[in-house]
């Protein structure tokens, strides 16, 4: 694989701008596999999400466990909110009480 790459990158003959892009597409895609080969020694699966962060996010488990946190967050604010105006109308009930 690597001889390929290195065959690839030692013709040095003008091309038209059209035939760079092509030679530089083929050679980014060699360098990938080769790089997948490398770390993975399998060819690896080229379909979305690439990302691990992506894939990881992207599970039903982590969605399940993210909507979880997400609606305890709003119900924990809810809460806190619900008793800091209920604490607001008690002080303002008892201000009201004293000027009587």
């Given at each position: 694989m690597k001889d390929i790459i290195e065959l690839a990158t030692k013709e040095k003959t003008t091309l038209?701008?059209?035939?760079?892009?092509?030679?530089?597409?083929?050679r980014l895609q060699l360098n990938r596999r080769l790089l997948v080969y490398k770390?993975?020694?399998?060819?690896?699966?080229?379909h979305f999400p690439r990302?691990?962060?992506?894939?990881?996010?992207?599970?039903?488990?982590?969605?399940?466990i993210l909507k979880k946190l997400a609606c305890t967050a709003i119900g924990i604010k809810t809460v806190k909110s619900v008793q800091y105006g209920f604490s607001l109308w008690q002080f303002l009930r008892s201000r009201l009480q004293q000027r009587r």
């Open positions: 038209s701008l059209d035939e760079q892009r092509l030679d530089l597409r083929l770390f993975s020694g399998e060819q690896a699966d080229n990302s691990t962060v992506m894939r990881f996010l992207t599970q039903q488990t982590t969605l399940h």
